[in-house]
């Protein structure tokens, strides 16, 4: 079971910037990697996904903002996120999708408070 732990998350000013990053304890190169967020009172949603081949797909909320990225040789995903709204703060999660509706399981995640 491979195990994931996020990290970088922290307190912004609105506009700024933060760096998440997302390590594995094994190899995640062959699988699709996710970043998630649950904001208080909400249900998680998808932010921003990765395909082994490098492939991006983000939640329209983020596009232009966000990017989400992998090294593989490190086994780590990271989501660098730009212009950061209040609208953002929310507990930042990574998985790796396994198959059908299924990925892996849930980390601790980080918190991302953006103030305003």
């Known amino acids: 079971q491979v195990q994931l732990v996020e990290s970088g998350g922290g307190l912004v000013q609105a506009g700024g910037s933060l760096r998440l990053s997302c390590a594995a304890s094994?190899?995640?190169?062959?699988?699709?990697m996710g970043w998630f967020r649950q904001a208080p009172g909400k249900q998680r949603e998808s932010v921003a996904t990765?395909?082994?081949?490098?492939?991006?797909s983000y939640a329209e909320s983020v596009k232009g903002r966000f990017t989400i990225s992998r090294d593989n040789a490190k086994n780590t995903v990271y989501l660098q996120m730009n212009s950061l709204k209040p609208e953002d703060t929310a507990v930042y999660y990574c998985n790796r999708y396994i198959s059908g509706s299924l990925w892996g399981s849930w980390g601790q995640g980080t918190q991302v408070t953006v103030s305003s």
């Open positions: 094994g190899s995640i190169s062959i699988n699709t």
């Open positions: 990765i395909t082994r081949s490098g492939y991006t």
